[in-house]
């Protein structure tokens, strides 16, 4: 019996169930899916794979993978009423709470909403497959306002490109995009695949808690972190580093980008990142080029003051300048962050329903009880 | 330090933050709204009262109550594209999808999606508001396929019976209504008002929180409780009840409408609505005459079996017989509770908000770790 009183706030350090899809060493700096490395994810897989691999907790042969990646071609179409929607919303409205209400439309349409459990997976490849769409047309649509539609010949990655931008994709972009896509896939019970978890555990339906998922990652504490330490570099350019950087710890400020509650050492996706930002800064337009260059010495700076906190750059810190090398813009990046996670919220919505338990944790009360009721007239 | 190794399955008996709003006595049978008893309530206040109490953490004296309802009064007027989403959606999908997208589009009308805090009580009068007016929006459109404006001269709760049913209510049926949506206002830390929190935990809008909120309870374990229960009644009116009792838990099945994880005595809500059910009987058609005496069958028959085991009906058990007596379709019982409990998601968000802290639990990882990468030829 733990002390009642005993309040763990955040619930940092509390676990609510088991789950075999991700290990996280905080220590270590080490990131499995399934028992699988990131470095050797990113390395010599693909994003395809990845998912299946979410989605099964295996990797798949060549038959399996092939029927796989032909079930998520064939579910790229998007609704027209859900692109008329995104039509009559891009520019008016973040494309994040576009992406929620289009997701949640998704959802409406899904005419098995209602079904038992042996439809999920297949529900789930519709999701992964149709929030990349959705995203990319989102994109499109707010930067140039053309719709392209899904080609279903090409990759899930390719496939993205070419509606995002309305042309195919070279291999280099390509193999860019396909990384950031496996870095954000999967990442432990963070607080959108918690909330994803929460709406599953009443066992509301795979779709709506995907939504819970998309409107919790758009929070700036999570999924807008990449937004705002793209949005801070941006803001640091042309001022020496030192100095911002005191000006925000002095006031107590944060810098963005910058320490993970998990992890304590190097962040190793924002090493992978790191690595592939340097070797395209050759290629990079001056744009990133200032901004890598700010980056490396905001983290330099930070590493002197920050490094016996066991704070170092995540995921977020570098991500930005990887897109805007792509040409995505800013607004753009926690769309596409949700997009890759999907096969993350998926995998734990599905294992989480095998042993399935509704999440209702505890307020501590701290208020009164039996307070008179007085007439209006006399309060 | 506690035990790493501890795992609480569903979050169950953890406390995850302070809270003054909600006083669940589990024990005594009590419900407080910031020191009140829902007894008072119900039986003194209103909605609206009850809605700024829950907003504001006090009662309100007759100026402010009347600006509130005023300010309420203001917002019930739906977008023109929202009510289009929802006439082209009736039928074809559950209303609570609808609800849930429908609000989601609410958050991407809103042009100060992402302004600061201090705005978040005025979209949380929004939010309260506008819910009723789409339930009841889509109540109406999908019963008799008429859409009938807000009117903005009547209180809360008799706009939303007339927008949907399109003709003004009685007295008998607003003051039912208004109990019904006091007594689902809120109560503490359910896995909606958690998802709601959750989503509110990484800043992201108050719009987003609630959709999160509308989600979870769209789950058969939480909020689609009282449609089950009410689908259960349906299903044995003719049969006797011990038998069929005896069939069920003879399976391991579980009696709707039962049982509470707070709860270890009789739910004070479900006396009020038991109350309240009784008293109208006299007036009731054949319809809700046998649900209630069938419900009243059951409870006496659950009653030798589970007293033991502290099982009691719950707040679902009888609450569809009395949106029956109102002749509510069943699949709008949950799209009502939503509409009813989003006081409880904004108070709740508002206050979480005053000492914002991330959510994000941990799992307890029983997975493999640094398995080899095969190639696809290999495996």
New interface residues.
């Given amino acids: 019996m733990?002390d009642?009183?005993?309040?763990?706030?955040?619930?940092?350090?509390?676990?609510?169930?088991?789950?075999?899809?991700?290990?996280i060493?905080g220590i270590k700096g080490?990131l499995?899916y399934?028992?699988?490395?990131i470095e050797?994810?990113t390395d010599?897989?693909n994003f395809e794979?990845v998912s299946y691999l979410l989605m099964n907790g295996y990797?798949?042969?060549?038959k399996k993978?092939s029927d796989f990646s032909h079930q998520m071609a064939e579910q790229r179409d998007i609704d027209n009423?859900v692109i008329n929607?995104i039509k009559?919303?891009v520019g008016?409205?973040?494309p994040m709470?576009?992406l929620?209400?289009a997701m949640?439309?998704v959802?409406?349409?899904?005419?098995k909403?209602?079904s038992d459990n042996e439809l999920n997976k297949t529900k789930a490849i519709n999701i992964i497959s149709k929030i990349s769409s959705i995203t990319a047309a989102i994109g499109s649509l707010s930067t140039n306002g053309k719709y392209t539609n899904p080609d279903a010949s090409i990759s899930h990655i390719e496939n993205f490109l070419y509606m995002f931008n309305g042309i195919k994709p070279n291999m280099e972009a390509t193999k860019l995009m396909d990384t950031m896509f496996i870095l954000h896939a999967e990442h432990?019970?963070?607080?959108?695949t918690?909330?994803s978890i929460?709406?599953?555990?009443?066992?509301?339906?795979i779709n709506?808690?995907i939504?819970?998922g998309i409107?919790?990652?758009?929070?700036?504490?999570?999924?807008?972190a990449d937004e705002r330490a793209l949005r801070m570099l941006y803001g640091i350019k042309e001022k020496p580093v030192q100095q911002y950087i005191n000006k925000i710890l002095e006031n107590n400020g944060r810098i963005m980008g910058f320490g993970h509650?998990i992890y304590k050492t190097y962040d190793p996706r924002a090493r992978i990142i790191r690595t592939m930002l340097k070797s395209l800064l050759p290629n990079a337009n001056d744009e990133v080029k200032i901004l890598a260059d700010t980056a490396f010495n905001v983290e330099k700076e930070m590493k002197t003051r920050m490094e016996d906190r066991h704070i170092y750059p995540n995921l977020d810190f570098f991500s930005g300048q990887v897109y805007r090398y792509l040409d995505i813009p800013i607004e753009m990046f926690t769309p596409i962050f949700a997009a890759s996670r999907s096969p993350g919220w998926c995998s734990h919505i599905l294992e989480y329903w095998k042993n399935n338990?509704?999440?209702?944790?505890?307020?501590?009360?701290?208020?009164?009880?039996?307070?008179p009721?007085?007439?209006?007239?006399d309060?």
């Fill in positions: 733990k009642k009183l005993e309040i763990n706030l955040g619930l940092e350090g509390t676990y609510f169930s088991k789950s075999e899809i991700c290990k060493d080490k499995y399934f028992g699988y490395s050797d994810l010599k897989s794979e990797l798949p042969n060549r993978l009423n929607f009559r919303m008016k409205s973040h709470h576009i929620s209400t949640d439309m959802g409406s349409y899904d005419k909403a209602e432990g019970s963070n607080a959108s918690f909330s929460v709406t599953a555990s009443t066992l509301s339906d709506s808690a939504v819970s409107n919790t990652l758009k929070g700036p504490l999570h999924g807008g509650r338990r509704l999440i209702r944790p505890l307020f501590y009360y701290t208020g009164e009880v039996d307070l009721y007085k007439r209006i007239g309060r």
